[in-house]
């Protein structure tokens, strides 16, 4: 039995529909959209996010967006040592009522200001991700350095964007990020009735392993620019950008593509030719 199911919150485990409700009520709030709040209330996602996530005794975790502390609860009853972030200030009484005896430290401000330089190496991510900043907050892990995986949920379309590839649909620019820093793989998709309030639309669980490897900061910003409109050809990316179409059909030509490729159906090898082969330039270097 897990610390979440051990715990006298209420008359059932803390993510029951019911418990619920009835800490929303006794504490007056109600789930904010504008934060993506939607609470997770099916006991079987909640051990599985934790489980494929690698918490375990001594694992440092960190989660963003605990909301009452039900997988906060599940991640620390695993034995993990839980960092958890929030913005939302009005849940600070709900959260020293869940997480009360455990050993979790809890940091109120924004994720996406958050430094996460200073979390101890091997840190795992384990978190249900408000969807409405999840892609910024992806980007933001795969570059600290202490971060060695995120196992996630997030919507259906972003997952099956990180795991795409080349030629693939969803493929562009956060697709090449991944591929850069390691790799990502869809577990499963999780109904919309696991949470509440439902979300509109499908989640998945996600996870993304990072090998530690740092790509060159000029060749990440060269693919944002190629990929930025990843349906266009990627002659016609580059010309956006600022690049001279003399210099384009050149490195175009040199890395084997057609005049006509589009940026989606890129190899990242054959992306890096065509960077190395182009001159400088202000906007992306």
Do not use: C
């Not at 840190?123 to 969807?131: D, G, I, K, Q, S």
């Not at 590839?165 to 696991?194: C, E, I, N, T």
């Not at 059909?249 to 040199?254: I, S």
């Amino acid at each position: 039995m897990t610390q979440s199911d051990s715990l006298p919150i209420s008359d059932g485990p803390l993510y029951s529909p019911r418990t619920v409700r009835d800490l929303l009520a006794r504490f007056d709030l109600r789930p904010t959209k504008s934060l993506g709040q939607n609470f997770l209330i099916d006991g079987n996602t909640l051990r599985a996010i934790a489980e494929i996530g690698g918490a375990a005794p001594g694992v440092s975790v960190l989660e963003v967006g605990p909301g009452l502390g039900v997988l906060t609860r599940e991640l620390a009853g695993r034995g993990a040592q839980v960092i958890t972030l929030e913005k939302d200030e009005r849940l600070r009484p709900v959260l020293a009522e869940t997480l009360a005896g455990l050993d979790v430290q809890v940091v109120w401000g924004d994720a996406l200001t958050y430094d996460y330089a200073q979390l101890p190496p091997g840190t795992r991510v384990v978190a249900n991700l408000p969807y409405y900043i999840s892609t910024a907050l992806l980007s933001r892990f795969m570059q600290a350095p202490s971060i060695v995986s995120a196992t996630v949920l997030v919507q259906r379309e972003v997952a099956v964007r990180l795991g795409a590839q080349p030629g693939q649909d969803g493929y562009g620019y956060l697709s090449a990020l991944v591929s850069l820093h390691g790799s990502a793989r869809l577990v499963r998709d999780v109904a919309k009735g696991a949470f509440f309030p439902a979300p509109d639309v499908t989640s998945s669980i996600v996870k993304l392993e990072f090998s530690g490897e740092r790509p060159a900061p000029a060749f990440v910003r060269f693919l944002e620019a190629a990929l930025h409109h990843r349906r266009k050809t990627l002659r016609n990316n580059l010309r956006l950008v600022g690049y001279a179409g003399a210099d384009i059909d050149a490195a175009v030509l040199g890395a084997r593509l057609g005049e006509s490729v589009r940026a989606e159906d890129v190899p990242l090898d054959q992306m890096n030719e065509v960077f190395t082969a182009l001159p400088p330039l202000v906007s992306v270097d």
